[in-house]
């Protein structure tokens, strides 16, 4: 007995590692790409609107798409459905760049969403199922590895906008890459069937009165990253005048500093409690948001992002921890919560585009400071994300679920 609990001891570390690795490969895709989309926002000849409406629909993919990842995994087993998810996501990475006009821009972000989406699905619910066997928290960590890769795949795209390279080459050879050590890492993750006779879980949940101010919460945060991800490299461009390579770093500024909240969020958390920790970071964004808007010189606006990035980074995790101990049915309520952060994260990207072609993308970035003070009087309702037992059910669960979102995230 004593070496079967040792082997399934190495057997589920080793899950954890995998499943880490498959989450550091999805950012890096992500990280990749957002790196270089003023070169993509060039090549396809598309003004800032233009490409505010081409950012929402990998969001719109992603939900359309979200719902099949469960089918998937149940018909074909988790280590298989992850495997075929993740390279369909790695490898939509090659076309954004390839699209020479916006109809077409839209169509492969479309692809590229819908396979983000349902690649999340699968792996975060590979990583929870880790976590339940594991006995103790490690989705922080998980998505704080969600954040290195996307700072090492903007990394990348930095190293190669400044060098001026072809963006479709670029992400072609990156694609292929990580599409291999995608599916090294698959091999090491829990191969989970579902029984013939189980049920699917609801596509859709409408959330509960308990769980919209929550979700508020969440919608100001997904807000905030999904607007400084996709727009801090052509905000630097387009406001400050900055070199393709120096803009493209804004980005890595912003991974970084989300990568490593992430990481350390946990423990955070646990010294000063969840309220303390959003309205701290809410001040921080804010700070931040103010910097950004009013930044002489590029240096002072790619601060800015950080101290955003900095702020925001244990949002989301925060708002769904409380919503699944909010109202009778935790399960209810995350979904609901996930749906209200995730429409953020759908309209982000044009509403900054749209308020830019109408004003200017100093005022687009005016409402994001907006949002993110927004944190500050809102945390409150964060209360019931400290630890302790959750509300149940018949059929509930106060286990944490996956977020059917990716970490626009995390």
């Not at 081409?54 to 459905?81: E, K, Q």
């Not at 997904?222 to 803009?247: I, K, N, Q």
């Not at 059929?395 to 995390?410: E, I, K, M, T, V």
């Amino acid at each position: 007995m004593p070496t079967q609990v040792a082997y399934d001891k190495r057997r589920l570390t080793r899950a954890r590692y995998a499943v880490a690795a498959v989450f550091c490969v999805h950012g890096a895709v992500t990280g990749s790409f957002a790196t270089r989309i003023p070169w993509i926002q060039d090549h396809a000849g598309v003004s800032a609107g233009q490409l505010g409406l081409a950012l929402a629909f990998p969001a719109i993919g992603a939900s359309l798409a979200m719902p099949l990842a469960g089918a998937v995994s149940h018909r074909y087993g988790a280590r298989t459905a992850l495997r075929g998810l993740l390279a369909l996501w790695t490898l939509s990475l090659a076309l954004p760049a390839l699209s020479p006009h916006v109809y077409a821009l839209c169509a492969t972000l479309f692809v590229y969403g819908a396979a983000a989406g349902m690649s999340d699905v699968a792996m975060n619910a590979l990583g929870v199922e880790v976590e339940n066997r594991l006995d103790r928290s490690i989705m922080s960590g998980l998505h704080g590895m969600w954040s290195v890769g996307a700072l090492l795949g903007s990394a990348a795209g930095t190293v190669a906008a400044h060098l001026g390279s072809d963006a479709r080459l670029h992400h072609l050879l990156a694609s292929a890459a990580l599409t291999v050590v995608g599916l090294l890492a698959c091999q090491g993750v829990l191969d989970l069937r579902g029984s013939a006779d189980e049920e699917p879980p609801p596509r859709f949940a409408l959330p509960p009165k308990s769980a919209v101010v929550i979700g508020a919460i969440g919608f100001c945060g997904v807000f905030a990253e999904g607007a400084s991800l996709d727009w801090s490299a052509v905000y630097l461009r387009d406001v400050l005048g900055t070199s393709a390579g120096l803009a493209a770093a804004s980005t890595t500024a912003f991974a970084l500093t989300m990568a490593v909240a992430r990481l350390a969020g946990d423990r955070v958390v646990d010294r000063f409690g969840p309220v303390r920790t959003v309205r701290a970071g809410g001040v921080l964004a804010t700070a931040g948001g103010v910097l950004v808007v009013l930044a002489p010189h590029p240096a002072a606006a790619m601060a800015g992002f950080g101290c955003i990035g900095l702020g925001i980074a244990v949002v989301v995790p925060l708002a769904f921890a409380a919503a699944g101990r909010s109202g009778t049915n935790p399960s209810q309520s995350i979904a609901g919560v996930a749906t209200i952060t995730y429409t953020s994260g759908l309209i982000a990207p044009s509403a900054i585009g749209g308020i830019a072609d109408l004003t200017s993308l100093v005022v687009s970035f005016g409402l994001v400071t907006v949002l993110a003070f927004g944190l500050v009087p809102g945390a409150g309702v964060l209360r019931g994300s400290a630890r302790g037992p959750a509300p149940t059910a018949p059929g509930a669960s106060g286990a944490q679920a996956p977020a059917p979102a990716p970490d626009l995230r995390a």
